[in-house]
């Protein structure tokens, strides 16, 4: 039974960044596109962006953290990342991972959910 496990959150001041991590066990993330979503409090859960696996692999980002978030992954090591910079106090939230199987779309792993805080 695979599982994801996230870390990295925590309380930074606006501008500054974080990066989040999502490392993958008892699976292999080569065969998941990975969507980071985040749940603010009294808010629904909103994909912020996601990047598929394979040779062509591909972002896609909201358009309120293009140019200020960044995913990337490494299949090597069963990790992908969110790297987060010049953060805003609307960015406060609950940040999740989420694995999809390229094959199977039923076949779907989230992690427990990091909190990262704006505020100064």
């Known amino acids: 039974q695979g599982q994801l496990v996230e870390s990295g959150g925590g309380l930074v001041q606006p501008g500054g960044s974080l990066r989040l991590s999502c490392e993958a066990f008892?699976?292999?993330?080569?065969?998941?596109?990975i969507d980071w979503y985040r749940q603010a409090p009294g808010k629904e859960r909103e994909l912020v962006g996601g990047?598929?696996?394979?040779?062509?692999?591909?972002?896609n980002y909201i358009d309120s953290v293009k140019g200020r978030f960044t995913i990337s992954r490494d299949n090597g090591k069963n990790t992908a990342w969110l790297q987060m910079n010049e953060l805003k106090p609307e960015d406060t939230a609950v940040y999740y991972c989420?694995?999809?199987?390229?094959?199977?779309?039923?076949?779907?792993?989230w992690g427990q959910g990091t909190q990262v805080t704006v505020s100064s």
């Open positions: 008892g699976m292999f993330l080569s065969l998941y596109h």
């Open positions: 990047i598929t696996t394979g040779a062509r692999s591909s972002t």
């Open positions: 989420h694995a999809r199987n390229q094959f199977n779309d039923d076949w779907t792993y």
